[in-house]
């Protein structure tokens, strides 16, 4: 099955730096790769996204970079303020485009820590 | 319009008792999900449904663990003799499917064993 590592595990910049959070994952046949935000005690919530058909996308602060060759891809967000504090989570799955649905591979998590 | 809900938000019991989780998604949503995630750890796959069949179950722990779905709207999922290490966060998401492939959480149950 699927298996997704991410680095680091935890992460501090100053305010205004960007930081970089990296994940490789194993199945050549996953095709979306999500990541998620997730503040202490709620639930994760959806930051971006990006399918196997394209190899960069931009939200204005965050990016996210795929690699299909090298099964990696990284989140990466700039101009970091106090409130990206969080922990992030990148996953796979291989539903895009098959039209069922499909479980994701989460990886271990980023502890992001903006400080001033 | 309304989220992803979840009941209860917190649910204390004492080992071997049996738990029932309930999660309403997305209205319209396709694809329903179970996670668990233990304190400071990442989510752990449990089951999904398309529609009320359940084409992936490998992530259920043990045959205590089950779950189920009525067509395309609530579901249950249901923890029998429970044991302290079923203590953890468990999460629900739904997913459009037709117009996306994203999955949208809800806010978890949070359960702790006895």
């Known amino acids: 099955g699927e298996n997704v590592e991410q680095h680091p595990s935890t992460l501090s910049v100053q305010e205004g730096d960007s930081a970089v959070i990296k994940c490789t994952y194993s199945d050549s046949a996953s095709n979306y790769f999500p990541w998620y935000k997730q503040e202490l005690g709620k639930r994760p919530q959806l930051i971006i996204d990006?399918?196997?058909?394209?190899g960069e996308k931009k939200d204005q602060r965050i990016a996210v970079t795929l690699n299909k060759t090298a099964k990696h891809f990284s989140l990466h967000i700039t101009e970091t303020q106090p409130e990206d504090s969080a922990v992030y989570f990148c996953?796979?799955?291989?539903?895009?485009?098959?039209?069922?649905?499909?479980?994701?591979?989460f990886g271990t998590g980023t502890r992001l820590q903006v400080t001033l | 319009g309304a989220g992803v809900s979840q009941s209860p938000s917190n649910k204390v019991t004492e080992k071997g008792k049996d738990v029932e989780l309930r999660c309403d998604p997305i209205?319209?949503?396709?694809?329903l999900y179970w996670y668990r995630q233990r304190l400071g750890q990442g989510l752990e796959f449990l089951i999904y449904?398309?529609?009320?069949?359940?084409?992936?179950k490998s992530g259920l722990p043990s045959d205590r663990f089950s779950a189920e779905r009525t067509g395309e709207s609530v579901s249950t999922l249901t923890i029998q003799r429970t044991q302290q290490e079923d203590s953890a966060v468990y999460l629900c998401a739904s997913s459009p499917m037709r117009q996306g492939y994203e999955q949208y959480f809800g806010p978890g149950t949070r359960l702790t064993v006895t």
């Open positions: 209205s319209g949503h396709t694809a």
């Open positions: 996953a796979a799955s291989r539903s895009y485009g098959t039209g069922t649905a499909s479980k994701l591979t």
């Open positions: 449904f398309q529609g009320n069949s359940a084409p992936d």
């Open positions: 990006i399918r196997s058909n394209v």
